[in-house]
């Protein structure tokens, strides 16, 4: 059965229905909880599912070093990466759409502009700006508005520029680290990727303090309309990637220093997580670019 | 590899062969059909006669949306995720499906996935009320509580469908027997890479969607809200990115079964292989740029009409050449008209009448007056169940002797294609007069010079519904006897699938065939 011609076809597997019940009581829990009741059921999914998939990584990396995985085998997990990865990119593409429908249509129409703009007449006064610092509600209603704008927007030359850097110099760094593995040098291996993986918690330390500077001194927030909402929503989101992007680079790391997994070309879990921080790195410099600088 | 299944319900929970996942999803997209199903016989029980009598207006809104959405995310997809889990590693042979546990996983998440969908019945403000399309701000602003509910079901759901559609992809790209090129490969074969792929590029964005409603109810952000400087169109425009592309999901896989079947039944191979997956891919590609045709009347610069418009129109010509194809297929063949042809016939028929009237829609200033009618109705009635419907009951018949060892009962199968056939058509053929005259859709009353027309559509949705028992009756009888099927069931049939005896051994392939 462990030969290397045939397709490993697992005979059983207990996991996935585990990892059922973890999602479905993670999502039905999530769904309790920011419905106004308690958060428990969310939280024990969560645990369950966590579980799940550690166990469940470990098992296919017992199997593979068992020998149990053919090079056919390995290319249907390199797939499944490649589209897991499209995928994501399609929900980034989602919210990015979401920013320019807004700003090239929905704004302007509000302010009364083209042929669209008859809208305007509900809003009276509004005018169409980008940033958007004055929204409808609050053109309209002044101080009664219950959607005000934001004081002040994030200066893109200061943290996030920093972030930009950090994030660049990652995806080099971990592209090192892929080279030296090739190479064979695990220490070399080891200390590359330690940097990225610094580089990592860096970046997401600058983005927490960008966070607080938003909520607590520029008046920038969720609810702070639209401006914030595309904001908080694309950073945020790709703030969750690179958080689990670097979670991901951790484990890598420990499995190399304490376990002593990945050979010089057997490594695609390491592989895989790269590609992931490449993924996100991208995502930064389309943030960077489209809600950073064209946003201020 | 060489042992058969493990005995007793342990044998469905912690499976990892694809077809043991394949009759799973099968099963319950049944389940779900009849469910669906008796949701619509409510809808059209109330609409039986003009007034109100049955259910209450706030009841028959949660109905049409329930109905709407289990019939595409309950009924439709998971059929088609079940035939391509039971036929395509054996059609390119494959001795499995590439991810096998993920395979499972992905089948598993759905019936909870539903249950939570279907609970919201239950809970305090009723089940989802503002349409499958659930368009902002109903459904964030003025939606119930359960919304919530809804939109986590919708996040898992999408989890199992990209996860199903990447079992696919490389399970398709990675996993064909030597000599099974891409241009050899059977054409559900070729749809359903196509539909995958289609499933990884869209099923994101109803995350998005659905998560960008999630944060404006919850969250306080302005994404469809105006007064933040958002848009409720926003809505609109990212659930169409999405929902165009999702009929298309709900109809490419049915393009390959009747691809498959046509040609056994007419004794000729199938015309115009190529052009076929040609056609296929440009569907494909043109279903990304037509989303907005859902939203002429919402109002868009007259540039953005034309060119969803002509986009919209352009769709016509691939699919004109399929239609062209399986016509030609028949033309001068040697036909015999078992179950699964009948189906198939009755496909390239009635959906093609089901693209004309698309065709109807896709014009913007004829739209202004379809849009939002029984028209639009008819429409998607007419690709989705002669569409969607009968190409997995055509698949199901054809191969139903190959997973069951039986044969079925063809008498039975014949009654069964003819009630549906008729009841369909009395169903919602009426629909497009209703429609043209102006009869909203969505309300449970109407005026009362439709009554005549609702009365005839009712009648025949009760004999669609009542005949879909024959169907399961069929269906029960063959798994549990009949007359013994073959290796090779069809006379000549094409395909892998026909060298594996009757029924399908646990696991097929595991070394395997060369394909010439
Ligand atoms: C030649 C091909 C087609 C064309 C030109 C076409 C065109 C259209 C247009 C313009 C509309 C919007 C009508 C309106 O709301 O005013 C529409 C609605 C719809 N179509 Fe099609 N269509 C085609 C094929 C299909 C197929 C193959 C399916 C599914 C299998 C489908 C499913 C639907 C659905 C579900 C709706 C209504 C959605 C809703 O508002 O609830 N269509 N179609
Ligand atoms: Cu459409």
């Known amino acids: 059965m462990a030969s290397e011609s045939s397709y490993y076809v697992p005979e059983q597997s207990r996991l996935p229905i585990f990892a059922t019940v973890g999602l479905g009581l993670t999502a039905y829990g999530a769904a309790n909880w920011v419905n106004g009741n308690s958060s428990y059921l969310f939280m024990l999914g969560s645990i369950v599912l966590a579980g799940v998939l550690w166990a469940w990584f470990g098992q296919v990396i017992k199997e593979n070093m068992a020998g149990l995985n053919s090079d056919q085998l390995k290319k249907s997990y390199v797939w499944g990466m490649g589209w897991f990865i499209f995928s994501e990119v399609m929900f980034f593409a989602a919210f990015f759409g979401a920013l320019f429908y807004i700003r090239t249509f929905a704004l302007p129409w509000l302010g009364g502009e083209g042929d669209k703009g008859s809208t305007n007449m509900l809003w009276q006064g509004f005018e169409a700006t980008w940033p958007l610092m004055t929204t409808p509600d609050a053109a309209v209603n002044g101080d009664a508005a219950k959607i005000a704008g934001p004081n002040a927007i994030i200066d893109p030359w200061h943290l996030p520029l920093i972030n930009t850097i950090l994030l660049l110099a990652s995806s080099v760094t971990v592209h090192f680290a892929h080279v030296f593995l090739k190479k064979d040098n695990r220490k070399a291996f080891n200390w590359w990727l330690f940097a990225t993986i610094a580089l990592g918690v860096a970046f997401l330390f600058f983005q927490v303090e960008e966070y607080l500077e938003a909520y607590q001194e520029l008046g920038l927030t969720l609810e702070s309309g639209i401006y914030g909402t595309t904001f908080f929503m694309l950073t945020g989101f790709h703030g969750a990637h690179v958080t689990l992007g670097t979670i991901m680079l951790l484990v890598m790391w420990c499995r190399s220093v304490f376990a002593g997994h990945f050979k010089k070309d057997d490594h695609f879990g390491f592989e895989a997580a790269s590609w992931y921080w490449h993924f996100v790195d991208v995502v930064w410099v389309g943030l960077f670019i489209f809600v950073y600088v064209l946003g201020s | ?516």
């Open chain 2, 1 to 516: 590899m060489a042992h058969g299944p493990q005995p007793g319900f342990k044998r469905w929970l912690y499976t990892t062969n694809h077809k043991d996942i394949g009759t799973m999803y099968l099963w319950f997209s049944f389940a779900m059909f009849f469910l669906g199903g008796i949701m619509a016989l409510v809808i059209r029980a109330e609409l039986f006669q003009p007034g109100l009598q049955i259910v209450e207006p706030e009841f028959f809104n949660q109905m049409t949306t329930m109905h709407g959405l289990i019939m595409v995310f309950g009924a439709v997809m998971p059929a088609f995720v079940g035939l391509a889990n039971w036929m395509v590693p054996m059609m390119i042979g494959a001795p499995d499906m590439a991810l096998p546990r993920m395979n499972n996983w992905s089948f598993w998440i759905l019936p909870f996935a539903f249950a939570m969908l279907v609970s919201t019945l239950f809970m305090e403000g009723g089940a989802p009320n503002f349409g499958w399309t659930f368009y902002a701000p109903l459904s964030t602003e003025y939606a119930p509580p359960s919304v919530t509910f809804f939109i986590f079901a919708v996040h898992i759901m999408g989890a199992s469908s990209i996860m199903g559609a990447i079992n696919i992809v490389a399970t398709i790209l990675n996993m064909r027997a030597p000599g099974m090129t891409l241009m050899k490969m059977p054409l559900f074969v070729w749809t359903w890479l196509i539909t995958a792929y289609l499933l990884i590029a869209v099923m994101p964005v109803l995350a998005g969607v659905v998560t960008m409603m999630l944060m404006d109810i919850h969250f306080g952000t302005s994404f469809f809200s105006a007064a933040g400087g958002g848009d409720p169109v926003l809505f609109q425009h990212v659930f169409w990115f999405f929902g165009h592309p999702e009929v298309y999901i709900m109809i490419l896989p049915a393009f390959g079964i009747v691809s498959a079947i046509i040609p056994t039944f007419a004794r000729k191979p199938l015309f115009g292989y190529s052009s076929m997956v040609y056609a296929t891919s440009s569907i494909a590609f043109l279903s990304f740029i037509v989303w907005a045709h859902h939203m002429f009347t919402v109002g868009m610069p007259i540039a953005g009409e034309l060119f969803f418009m002509y986009a919209t129109m352009l769709i016509a010509v691939p699919t004109g050449v399929k239609v062209f194809n399986w016509v030609t297929t028949m033309f001068r063949g040697s036909m015999t008209f078992e179950t699964p042809m009948l189906f198939s016939i009755a496909f390239v028929i009635l959906f093609t009448i089901g693209g004309f009237s698309g065709l109807m829609l896709a014009i913007a200033p004829a739209d202004f007056q379809y849009h939002d009618t029984y028209f639009v109705v008819a429409h998607f009635h007419y690709v989705l169940v002669p569409g969607a419907i009968f190409s997995i009951t055509a698949g199901v018949y054809y191969w139903l002797p190959k997973w069951t060892g039986n044969m079925y009962n063809e008498t039975m199968g014949k009654v069964h294609f003819w009630l549906s056939f008729i009841g369909l058509n009395v169903t919602f053929f009426p629909m497009h007069f209703v429609g043209l005259a102006g009869m909203p859709r969505r309300i449970p009353d109407y005026a009362l010079q439709f009554a005549d027309f609702n009365l005839i559509a009712s009648c025949g949705a009760f004999l669609f519904g009542a005949s879909q028992l024959v169907f399961l009756f069929n269906i029960l009888r063959t798994i549990n006897g009949g007359k013994k099927a073959t290796a090779e069931v069809w006379e000549d049939a094409d395909g892998l699938e026909w060298t594996v005896p009757s029924p399908a051994p646990y696991h097929t392939f595991a070394t395997p065939p060369v394909v010439k």
